[in-house]
């Protein structure tokens, strides 16, 4: 399934002994847990951190690895999003949420980028009992059903420069990029091109191609983005960015096109990447690597395509 928020791969989550299928709905439990209202303490940690009251608590829909809601605060104070990593997975992966507030920190001094501003962060849980993250609220709305699938197509790749072209310093201490591991390393017998997955995954154990260091989002989209008047105003979720190739984004929102479309939409993205970037080819290799990664047991025809269409285009 199209990956928003990545837990460990290999591992099925469980939350008060509930084991989770993660990406294929939200079961009863899980929603309690990630939609239902925040502790009073944790409620009590953001008053005391930002000074003033919260009003009113709003579940934001979408994720499924962490807690997010939008909070209102007293006294006309701009609203406030409150991200609480409540998911077992997080014990495995303690560096994601310290990795998002570095990372927020970051983007503060790059106001081309649309991104949150980070306000408080206990990303160890030392204070709050799980890691926790406050940042601003951005404008807009999620779109996955364009009226002008081309126009929102163009937008999707001419933003991907803006990111990449963020300067990383080299004190900037943002983590390197390194495939996400496969989540089955064998093809799938469900699949109906077991060569062309037999070659991602032998792409995923081989070198990996040469690439300029860029500033990736690395969960580049249209979840991850938020839309006003035809025009994304806002880019949320930079838990796993890092500095890597910048075809890491663009195969992943690749993957996630497909999903959502079909195979022509996620090819004319590429189109437009490529005339927006000025370059003349395409390397498959970040396609496939994401494909293996994301990928599990139960039968995914749009997986199956994904997977054949960047073997054919190799």
């Known amino acids: 399934m199209p990956c928003l928020d990545r837990?460990?791969?290999g591992v099925a989550p469980?939350?008060?002994?509930?084991?989770?299928?993660?990406?294929?709905?939200?079961?009863?439990?899980?929603?309690?847990?990630?939609?239902?209202?925040?502790?009073?303490?944790a409620l009590a940690w953001v008053e005391q951190q930002?000074?003033?009251?919260?009003?009113?608590?709003?579940p934001l829909e979408g994720g499924r690895s962490a807690a997010v809601h939008r909070l209102f605060l007293a006294g006309g104070r701009e609203p406030v999003v409150l991200r609480r990593y409540v998911r077992d997975w997080v014990r495995d992966e303690p560096e994601i949420p310290v990795n998002e507030a570095h990372v927020l920190r970051f983007l503060t001094g790059h106001p081309a980028i649309p991104a949150?501003?980070?306000?408080?962060?206990?990303?160890?849980?030392?204070?709050?009992?799980v890691p926790t993250t406050v940042m601003t609220s951005v404008p807009g709305s999620v779109v996955w059903h364009p009226d002008d699938l081309e126009s929102w197509l163009r937008r999707l790749a001419e933003l991907l420069p803006v990111i990449h072209g963020v300067r990383v310093p080299a004190d900037a201490g943002l983590a390197e990029w390194a495939p996400y591991g496969p989540e089955i390393p064998f093809p799938p017998p469900w699949s109906r091109h077991p060569s062309a997955w037999q070659a991602a995954l032998s792409a995923?154990?081989?070198?990996?191609?040469e690439f300029e260091r860029v500033f990736v989002h690395r969960d580049y989209h249209p979840g991850n983005l938020l839309w006003t008047d035809g025009e994304i105003t806002g880019v949320v979720?930079?838990?796993?960015?890092?500095?890597?190739?910048?075809?890491?984004?663009v195969a992943h929102c690749r993957i996630n096109l497909c999903y959502q479309f079909d195979?022509?939409?996620a090819d004319r993205f590429l189109d437009l990447w490529l005339s927006v970037t000025g370059r003349d080819s395409w390397n498959p290799y970040h396609d496939l690597v994401n494909a293996v990664s994301m990928v599990e047991n139960?039968?995914?025809?749009?997986?199956?395509?994904?997977?054949?269409?960047?073997?054919?285009?190799?």
């Open 7 to 9: 837990p460990s791969a």
């Open 14 to 41: 469980t939350i008060q002994g509930v084991t989770v299928a993660y990406g294929f709905g939200i079961e009863d439990e899980l929603h309690r847990v990630l939609r239902g209202r925040p502790p009073a303490d």
């Open 50 to 58: 930002l000074g003033a009251r919260v009003e009113q608590v709003e």
């Open 116 to 129: 949150p501003h980070l306000l408080a962060a206990d990303p160890l849980g030392a204070e709050t009992g």
């Open 204 to 209: 995923y154990e081989g070198p990996r191609p």
């Open 237 to 249: 979720d930079w838990v796993s960015s890092c500095v890597g190739p910048a075809e890491e984004d």
């Open 263 to 265: 195979m022509s939409v």
């Open 298 to 314: 139960d039968p995914d025809p749009k997986a199956d395509e994904f997977i054949a269409a960047a073997i054919r285009r190799s």
